[in-house]
């Protein structure tokens, strides 16, 4: 008899303890589950320059033509990159746009004051390069210049498909401008 009691008393504790509860393993899953489910996805944006850059050249031709070119970034206007996400991350990477201010004068006059962008390209060409492109860089071609006539080399890309398109300014003395391409790749 004592051995059955001890039976029925082991069976009623058995019984008592088995109320359903989780374990703590399961526990722990729904508490990253329900996290999860909760949780917004971070969002990582990168720009390329990270900030504010500009390049300032000056340059003297035959001690009398003096040409001042500023190459800089624009804070506020930016090329969509790419684009892509997971559970928990969704990363964008830009490329910021850049323009040119050309100045170009003698001890005497200026001869000519310009703003260089891909916008301005974009409105004479129906390419659809220019969708997305960017000014690369603007600088002075120094074999090709004479103080009669400056040759600036203008190079634009479209970061997406690494197209380019490189362009020749030529600028009389008397401020007349001409403008030819040189060179692209698709």
């Known amino acids: 008899m004592k051995h059955i009691l001890l039976l029925v008393a082991l069976m009623s504790i058995a019984f008592v303890s088995c109320?359903?509860?989780?374990?703590?393993?399961?526990?722990?899953?729904?508490?990253?589950?329900e996290f999860n489910l909760k949780a917004t996805p971070i969002q990582v944006v990168t720009y390329n320059p990270e900030s504010y850059v500009e390049i300032v050249t000056d340059t003297i031709i035959a001690n009398f033509v003096k040409v001042r070119i500023k190459n800089y970034a624009l804070m506020d206007d930016q090329i969509l990159i790419s684009k892509t996400s997971s559970d928990h991350t969704k990363s964008i990477n830009y490329q910021r746009v850049f323009e040119s201010e050309v100045t170009i004068s003698t001890a005497t006059k200026?001869?000519?004051?310009?703003?260089?962008?891909a916008k301005q390209f974009q409105g004479l060409?129906?390419?659809?390069?220019?969708?997305?492109a960017t000014l690369q860089h603007a600088w002075v071609n120094q074999e090709l210049s004479s103080?009669?006539?400056?040759?600036?080399?203008?190079?634009?890309?479209?970061?997406?498909?690494?197209?380019?398109?490189?362009?020749?300014?030529?600028?009389?003395?008397?401020?007349q401008q001409t403008l030819n391409l040189i060179e692209e790749r698709s």
Do not use: C
């Open 125 to 132: 060409d129906t390419d659809p390069f220019w969708k997305n």
């Open 19 to 33: 109320d359903g509860r989780k374990t703590k393993k399961e526990a722990l899953e729904q508490a990253v589950a």
């Open 110 to 117: 200026d001869i000519l004051n310009t703003h260089i962008s």
């Open 147 to 175: 103080s009669d006539d400056i040759k600036l080399d203008i190079s634009f890309i479209n970061p997406n498909t690494t197209a380019y398109k490189l362009f020749r300014m030529s600028i009389a003395i008397d401020g």
